[in-house]
């Protein structure tokens, strides 16, 4: 139990263009979900933490306009790259939390975006 | 403020040796701890946590932590490691409302 689902597990947009992520949690409500950023072989870098039906809570440095986050159900959270520029290529990756079980995350696949 | 160190960017250990993993946290209050790995590509596996009362931890796949709040540490160990066991290690720590901060990782490589 506990699966949490990326899609598209990869994209390549032109510059200039916006690209969606979803990220949903398949077999449980999720009281949070996270946003991470991941450059190539470093650390997870934490954007945005959203909930269900509330704007989202962004990370110092993380541009609100340039990253939308949509939490329309306690299932689902969209991440929206407006603009994509190359320096926005990266993999994203999202976590939820799961009511009743204690700071524990899980973990999407994650989403490798490339911007040409 | 919270702050998670992994010393060692790389290791490399032949297949069927033992493995540490070191990390060092920082944290004011009684810290929650994970160990993640991630593959190539991938996503993040949960492999242990720590929250209170034992402090040496088993999870999955054969490894195990051990909580040592004296020495801010919290190493990842396994008796043994096979060549599948290549990939990322990331200590983290919990922080408040719910959030992870991540170490900067440590690749492990496996010799045959």
């Known amino acids: 139990g506990a699966v949490v689902s990326q899609h598209p597990s990869w994209v390549i947009c032109k510059s200039g263009t916006s690209v969606k992520i979803e990220c949903r949690s398949l077999d449980f409500q999720a009281t949070t979900m996270f946003w991470y950023r991941q450059f190539p072989k470093q650390s997870l870098m934490l954007m945005a933490t959203?909930?269900?039906?509330?704007?989202?809570?962004?990370e110092q440095g993380v541009e609100k306009d340039k990253f939308l986050i949509n939490h329309a159900s306690l299932t689902l959270s969209t991440l929206t790259v407006t603009s994509a520029h190359p320096e926005d290529s990266s993999f994203y990756i999202c976590?939820?939390?799961?009511?009743?079980?204690?700071?524990?995350?899980?973990f999407g696949p994650g989403t490798r975006l490339t911007v040409t | 403020a919270q702050s998670v160190t992994q010393p060692d960017i790389h290791i490399t250990v032949s297949e069927g040796a033992s493995l540490e993993l070191r990390c060092n946290y920082s944290?004011?209050?009684?810290?929650?701890l994970f160990w993640y790995v991630q593959s190539p590509g991938q996503g993040l596996q949960l492999l242990l946590k720590?929250?209170?009362?034992?402090?040496l931890v088993q999870g999955i796949k054969g490894f195990e932590a051990e909580f040592k709040r004296s020495q801010s540490s919290f190493n990842l160990r396994k008796p043994s490691v096979h060549w599948s066991d290549a990939a990322e290690y990331f200590c983290a720590v919990g922080a408040g409302d719910d959030k992870i901060i991540f170490g900067k990782g440590t690749r492990l490589h496996i010799l045959p």
């Open positions: 720590y929250f209170s009362g034992d402090t």
């Open positions: 976590s939820a939390t799961r009511q009743g079980v204690f700071k524990e995350q899980y």
């Open positions: 959203s909930n269900e039906g509330s704007k989202a809570t962004y």
């Open positions: 944290y004011g209050a009684t810290p929650y």
